[in-house]
């Protein structure tokens, strides 16, 4: 892809329901008038508003998180970008070529709920190796926001996914694989992304003030996101 010095958001989205990949990408538009705006897809999403470049990519919707990696590796961008969730919000630009400046990745760090007890199982399926052993210690890593300096690093995420039990390619697997790279490749968890700022969860109020990224993770959050992101847009348009 031609380099660009725009600030790079990426994001992958495979589904009927825009909803929530639309209030992303215009938050984004807002925060980063500027912005690239990549969304990671399927030839039958809808089109999602606001995005700057789509790339359609085989995908196996029963299998998101081999299909999720598999498509930031396929995408071969090679400069500086923050590939993010859907569900969430942007509050402030980013610089990726700033936060990847001495450092190949940036993952996000855990920093909410570290001693929840793990729930072995998950849908339906067997993590018993981790269960009720505390969140902080079986991922310490959030996949919400990462930021890297190229492809390359995600496809080492991609082929690590591939290699594990097909569990992970169902749930958890790119925590799993984030998690495996960062030990293998001796990152050190100081130089990650704290979850407060590029990740934090709409109910701790007294991060949400200095966030870039806020979380609206799971369904229960959904309706708070939808509000959040309405006075967001309010408050652009005085």
């Known amino acids: 892809m031609k380099e660009n010095n725009k600030n ?3 994001f992958f989205y495979v589904g009927d329901d825009i909803s929530q990949p639309e209030m992303l ?10 912005a690239e705006i990549i969304h990671c897809s399927d ?18 919707r029963q299998r998101l998180m081999s299909s999720r990696l598999q498509a930031f590796a396929e995408l071969g ?3 500086p970008a923050i590939y993010v969730d859907t569900d969430m919000l942007c509050m402030k630009a980013i610089a990726a070529r700033t936060l990847t400046k001495d450092v ?5 760090v855990r920093e909410f709920n570290l001693d929840w007890s793990f ?25 919400c926001a990462t930021a890297t300096t190229d492809s390359t690093v995600w496809r080492h995420l991609a082929d690590l996914l591939e290699g594990l039990h097909p569990k992970f390619k169902l749930w958890y697997g790119d925590q799993e694989a984030i998690k495996r790279y960062c030990v293998s490749a001796g990152v050190d968890p100081k130089n990650g992304l704290p979850e407060t700022i590029y ?9 949400v003030g200095d966030c870039v990224l806020l979380h609206f993770k799971g369904q229960l959050r959904k309706s708070s996101m939808t509000e959040a992101f309405a006075t967001l847009k309010k408050k652009s348009q005085r």
């Not at 990408?25 to 500027?34: F, K, L, M, R």
């Not at 998950?122 to 981790?130: A, K, Q, S, T």
């Open 77 to 79: 961008l090679n400069e």
């Open 8 to 10: 790079n958001y990426v």
């Open 199 to 207: 990740g934090c969860l709409p109910e701790f109020k007294e991060f």
């Open 119 to 143: 729930n072995g199982n998950f849908g339906g399926l067997d993590f018993n190796e981790y269960d009720k052993k505390p969140l902080g210690e079986v991922y310490p890593y959030v996949a």
């Open 104 to 108: 190949k990745a940036r993952f996000c």
């Open 25 to 34: 990408a215009e938050s984004i538009s807002i925060a980063d008038p500027t």
């Open 43 to 60: 030839e039958s999403t809808p089109v999602v508003e606001f995005v700057t470049q789509r790339c359609n990519f085989k995908s196996d």
